[in-house]
Each structure stands twice: as structure tokens, then as C-alpha cells.
């Protein structure tokens, strides 16, 4: 499995769906493996769980846009 990629998939499911945003919250385990479907053993779903919290962080935060912007990206 491509932890990256699938993270990325993830997020993507996530960032688009409200419900999905807060049942990942109260219980990121079960909406990840929903999400994936497949039942994962506990240190991939700890990978995927990690990466899919820093990156939803980083754009909660809007520091990749401030980024960019240092650079005249947007």
C-alpha cells in the first residue's frame, strides 16, 4: 500500500465532507478504515492517521497559502 497516496486520497474524502470532518475527530480509526476499506493493522492505520492529521492541520491553519505567498505563489 502507497501510505502517501492513500493519505492523500483520504484527505481530499475528508476536507469535502463536513460529517466525515467530524466523525474523523470523535473517531479516526473507524472512519479510516471505513474510509480505506479494509481493516488495517495498527501501525499503517497509526501512519495514515497521523499523516492525514498534520496535513488537515497545515490547512486549517492557511500556512501553506501564507507560504506561497512569500514566494508570489497563491
Not at 481530499?12 to 470523535?26: H, N, P, T, Y
Not at 471505513?34 to 491553519?61: C, R, T
Amino acid at each position: 500500500m502507497d501510505i502517501k497516496a492513500k493519505i492523500e486520497e483520504l484527505i481530499e474524502k475528508i476536507k469535502s465532507d463536513g460529517a466525515l470532518q467530524e466523525k474523523f475527530k470523535k473517531d479516526p480509526v473507524s472512519t479510516v478504515e471505513e474510509l480505506a476499506g479494509v481493516d488495517l493493522p495498527k501501525d499503517q492505520i497509526d501512519s495514515v492517521i497521523s499523516g492525514i492529521k498534520a496535513k488537515l492541520k497545515l490547512d486549517e491553519s492557511g500556512i501553506m497559502d501564507k507560504l506561497g505567498g512569500l514566494f508570489g505563489k497563491k
